[in-house]
């Protein structure tokens, strides 16, 4: 059973659309939570952490913590072809070592 | 500027030939890490390390090896005994455990091919 599952897409949204990723989580000890963004050929870059319970904003994007659903999305408002890329969920479940990613979702933005 | 750098960027190895990555960070983090990802799959963990002279196997460490002689240095050593090297490489360093520290950044990279 996978630790961190995401839809593998690809997410095909329009320009200046929501799009909505999801990611769900095994471990109920998780601590921290991370989206990274990772273009084609590019190593992964970050987006945004996550630790409570609830909504976290960053300019076009919002992270949303659920610990009891064990899920955190990502939404970005607005999107650009410029997002187009393959967005990783991260999972930390304490110590160095147990950072889990998911496999990711490619995401398409239509011009 | 701060960061990580990994060299080469392409690297090419022929059969029965060990090859080293190299990756530096300028952060002051005391722990780094490598992982392999292949297309379509998820970041796996090979090595990492907490601190200078100590490391600790990750999920898929057979034919790998690494050393921490420097704290802003972790190079990975793909050995002839890796059967199926061919892969995209990341390090990455994390300044600690705590919030807001916990955070892994990458390194650009290293794609390795076999001939």
């Known amino acids: 059973q996978k630790e961190v599952e995401q839809n593998s897409g690809p997410l095909s949204v329009p320009e200046g659309a929501i799009a909505s990723l999801n990611c769900t989580y095994s471990d109920r000890v998780s601590q921290s939570f991370f989206w990274y963004r990772q273009y084609s050929g590019k190593s992964p870059e970050l987006i945004m952490s996550i630790y409570s319970n609830g909504d976290k904003e960053d300019g076009r994007f919002t992270a949303q913590l659920n610990k009891a659903s064990q899920y955190v999305s990502l939404l970005i408002r607005d999107s650009q072809p410029s997002d187009s890329a393959t967005y990783l969920c991260?999972?930390?479940?304490?110590?160095?070592?147990?950072?889990?990613f998911g496999t990711g979702t490619k995401l398409q933005v239509i011009p | 500027d701060g960061g990580i750098t990994q060299s080469p960027k392409y690297l090419f190895r022929k059969e029965g030939q060990n090859v080293t990555l190299s990756c530096e960070q300028n952060?002051?983090?005391?722990?780094m890490y490598w992982y392999r990802q292949d297309p379509g799959q998820g970041l796996r963990l090979i090595y990492y390390s907490q601190i200078v002279n100590d490391f600790q196997k990750g999920d898929i460490a057979e034919g790998y090896s690494v050393s921490r002689e420097k704290k802003e240095s972790f190079p990975l050593t793909v050995t002839s005994a890796q059967k199926n090297p061919t892969a995209f490489y990341l390090c990455a360093s994390k300044g600690g455990q705590a919030r807001n520290t916990d955070t892994q950044y990458f390194g650009p990279g290293t794609r390795l091919t076999v001939l």
């Open positions: 952060l002051n983090h005391d722990a």
């Open positions: 991260a999972v930390n479940s304490g110590g160095y070592q147990k950072v889990t």
